[in-house]
T-cell receptor, first 113, second 110 residues
Framework: NAGVTQTPKFRILKIGQSMTLQCTQDMNHNYMYWYRQDPGMGLKLIYY???????DKGEVPNGYNVSRSTTEDFPLRLELAAPSQTSVYFC????????????FGDGTRLSIL | DAKTTQPPSMDCAEGRAANLPCNHS???????VYWYRQIHSQGPQYIIHGLKNNETNEMASLIITEDRKSSTLILPHATLRDTAVYYC???????????WGAGTKLIIKP
């Protein structure tokens, strides 16, 4: 019963490096979301997707890119890592049926030094 | 900004009912209210959601006022494992974008 799987769980990057955070779900959900959470704060939406090939910006998209080539996968790309991107990143998915809740992965803890 | 307001923290004795309030005074007629919790920086966990009638599942009960401007999440017999931050959320659009506030930090005391 995997649900939403995020990899890696932890990562340390140097300023200016790039990396991709992976997210995959096995529930055949149409909707997928990327959030970041800074210490003591609620989650903030970075990007979301309503289906393969369709993505849109959330509240805080600057410095990130996404793609959605399959229903299962929704990777998040950091091109030029900055200290302000140090955060915990959560991926979520939900069914396309009305009013269904989002289901979350366990997160990726990213530090930029 | 979040469309809901919650107290920043609450305490509850183990074994007692925990009642967590939420104000959502700008909610529209067809918008559901969702409750999630986050235990020690794990991924948020869905608890329950509702429109206007009271709802109950294996985790909790949700009481929504008749005017829909507020709701209360009830954990009937709180355990130490229920210590978490609880979020009440009113999705902002048809794509179910969730705008998260700071939530209520619930501490269950032995």
């Amino acid at each position: 019963n995997a649900g939403v799987t995020q990899t890696p769980k932890f990562r340390i990057l140097k300023i200016g490096q790039s990396m991709t955070l992976q997210c995959t779900q096995d529930m055949n959900h149409n909707y997928m979301y990327w959030y970041r959470q800074d210490p003591g704060m609620g989650l903030k939406l970075i990007y979301y997707s309503v289906g393969a090939g369709i993505t849109d910006k959330g509240e805080v998209p600057n410095g990130y890119n996404v793609s959605r080539s399959t229903t299962e996968d929704f990777p998040l790309r950091l091109e030029l890592a900055a200290p302000s991107q140090t955060s915990v990143y959560f991926c979520a998915s939900r069914s396309g049926r009305d009013n269904q809740p989002q289901h979350f992965g366990d997160g990726t803890r990213l530090s930029i030094l | 900004d979040a469309k809901t307001t919650q107290p920043p923290s609450m305490d509850c004795a183990e074994g007692r009912a925990a009642n967590l309030p939420c104000n959502h005074s700008t909610i529209s007629g067809n918008e559901y209210v969702y409750w999630y919790r986050q235990i020690h920086s794990q991924g948020p966990q869905y608890i329950i959601h509702g429109l206007k009638n009271n709802e109950t599942n294996e985790m909790a009960s949700l009481i929504i006022t008749e005017d829909r401007k507020s709701s209360t999440l009830i954990l009937p017999h709180a355990t130490l494992r229920d210590t978490a931050v609880y979020y009440c959320i009113d999705p902002m659009d048809s794509n179910y974008q969730l705008i998260w506030g700071a939530g209520t930090k619930l501490i269950i005391k032995p």
